[in-house]
Nanobody, 128 residues
Framework: QVHLVESGGGSVQTGGSLRLSCVVS????????MGWFRQAPEKEREGVAT?????????ADHAKGRFTISRDFAQNTLYLYLQMNNLRPEDTAMYYC????????????????????WGQGTQVTVSP
């Protein structure tokens, strides 16, 4: 059983920053695409950013220039990060770490249904 565990969410004011982290329980996922998705109340889950095994990245338009996705492998553990700067109230949502087999990390961003594994989510709230 693979576990993706997020942390780092919280409440900030407009213009603030947060860094989300995700720990993956199996090193086999070093060979999978990873990504961050989010879901606001009464809205569909949407892509934020994805990263390939070769650390190529792809961002949703709303994240470009403000968010940075990265991945690291240390001490036999895979980590996924999302640095979020200049946060806006419309960024308020539950943020999910995700993993997918295969190489289409760009198409995956726009098709969350392709995800094989989800974390439990971490809440981000941005106040005006």
């Amino acid at each position: 059983q693979v576990h993706l565990v997020e942390s780092g969410g919280g409440s900030v004011q407009t213009g603030g920053s947060l860094r989300l982290s995700c720990v993956v329980s199996t090193i086999a996922y070093t060979r999978r695409c990873m990504g961050w998705f989010r879901q606001a109340p009464e809205k569909e889950r949407e892509g934020v950013a994805t990263i390939s095994v070769g650390v190529s990245t792809h961002y949703a338009d709303h994240a470009k220039g403000r968010f940075t996705i990265s991945r690291d492998f240390a001490q036999n553990t895979l980590y996924l990060y999302l640095q979020m700067n200049n946060l806006r109230p419309e960024d308020t949502a539950m943020y999910y770490c995700a993993a997918k087999r295969g190489g289409d990390y760009m198409g995956w961003l726009h098709n969350p249904s392709q995800t094989q594994n989800w974390g439990q989510g971490t809440q981000v709230t941005v106040s005006p």
